[in-house]
């Protein structure tokens, strides 16, 4: 049982150029999300999915698209790289909350993704 | 989501027990209590969670205060590999949404 893994583990980037990180997950979760998390701070939310074909905006969505074309599979996209983009990026995927079930969420280790 | 305030920082030492605080005092009825760690650089981790009732697991422990405004997070044993940071999240459920929102979290240093 891999959990959620996501692809590349480290990039680099030029200005200008575009990516697709790719998260995957092997728990049947309905819930996917994508964060970032720059130097210091806390984690950030920029979109999220909440079942397949579904997909909508959290804090910070500005720069980055997202697809949910399977279930199993959360994709984030940068269409034109900044320097400013430079961060850690998780994704993490959960069930459908419901009542007290247990709904955690489960991350992946992450994407190092420089913008230069 | 409701808004968490937790100490920046705090120091523990080994073998004792590490109180970790956080204030909620805007939570909603259908808000649960989540706490989270990040070791290093790592993805984080998922520790606890509840509603109104204390709760305990294999990893900690969670008190949430009658008025819910406010929960402490305690780990009986603190070892060296609980060094980390640590979230206090407040999660809602609308039934078509619910998303995790962090804060800075509290640095957690245990020494020996």
């Known amino acids: 049982n891999a959990g959620v893994t996501q692809t590349p583990k480290f990039r680099v980037l030029k200005t200008g150029q575009s990516m697709t990180l790719l998260c995957a997950q092997d728990m049947n979760h309905e819930y996917m999300y994508w964060y970032r998390q720059d130097p210091g701070m806390g984690l950030r939310l920029i979109h999220y999915?909440?079942?397949?074909?579904?997909?909508a905006k959290g804090e910070v969505p500005d720069g980055y698209n997202v697809s949910r074309l399977k279930k199993q599979n959360f994709l984030l996209g940068l269409e034109s790289a900044a320097p400013s983009q430079t961060s850690v990026y998780f994704c993490a995927s959960s069930f459908f909350p419901s009542g007290y079930r247990d709904t955690e969420a489960f991350f992946g280790q992450g994407t190092r993704l420089t913008v230069v | 989501d409701a808004k968490t305030t937790q100490p920046t920082s705090m120091d523990c030492a080994e073998g004792r027990a590490a109180n970790l605080p956080c204030n909620h005092s805007?939570?909603?009825?259908?808000?649960?209590v989540y706490w989270y760690r990040q070791i290093h650089s790592q993805g984080p981790q998922y520790i606890i969670h509840g509603l109104k009732n204390n709760e305990t697991n294999e990893m900690a422990s969670l008190i949430i205060t009658e008025d819910r405004k406010s929960s402490t997070l305690i780990l009986p044993h603190a070892t060296l590999r609980d060094t980390a940071v640590y979230y206090c999240?407040?999660?809602?459920?609308?039934?078509?949404?619910?998303?995790?929102?962090f804060g800075t979290g509290t640095r957690l240093q245990v020494t020996l």
């Open positions: 999240i407040v999660r809602s459920y609308t039934g078509t949404a619910s998303k995790l929102t």
């Open positions: 805007t939570i909603s009825g259908n808000e649960y």
């Open positions: 999915s909440v079942g397949e074909g579904t997909t």
